[in-house]
């Protein structure tokens, strides 16, 4: 494997840093009941490969101007379906 150079460097150092100062559209309680509320439904049905559950919790839990936001948010994470959303987001919202 090749070695980085200096401005491959800088520049994933400076990606790293911008994803550690992120700041998400929910706050961690919301994100905390999301996961929650899809851990629950999916214990019950099995993921159809959408956001169906994810997208009704946003509806019924957030402003609707904030709701694409969200989803786009999530699906930028890798959040495609309820389960990757469980799966691929969990750690990047850090929520622990």
Same mark, same amino acid.
């Given at each position: 494997? $090749?070695? !980085?150079?200096?401005?491959e460097k800088k520049?994933?150092?400076?990606?790293?840093?911008?994803a550690q100062n992120k700041k998400y559209i929910l706050s961690k309680t919301k994100i905390?009941?999301?996961?929650?509320?899809?851990? $629950?439904? !999916?214990?019950?049905?099995p993921c159809n490969h959408t956001l169906r559950y994810t997208e009704q919790w946003l509806k019924d839990n957030l402003p609707r101007e904030k709701v694409c936001g969200v989803i786009a948010e999530i699906k930028e994470?890798?959040?495609?379906c309820?389960?990757?959303?469980?799966?691929?987001?969990?750690?990047?919202?850090d929520i622990n």
């Open positions: 494997m $090749a070695e !980085l150079s200096k401005e520049a994933l150092m400076k990606k790293w840093k911008a905390q009941k999301l996961f929650c509320y899809l851990e $629950a439904q !999916l214990e019950h049905t994470m890798g959040g495609y309820d389960c990757e959303v469980l799966m691929n987001c969990y750690e990047k919202y």
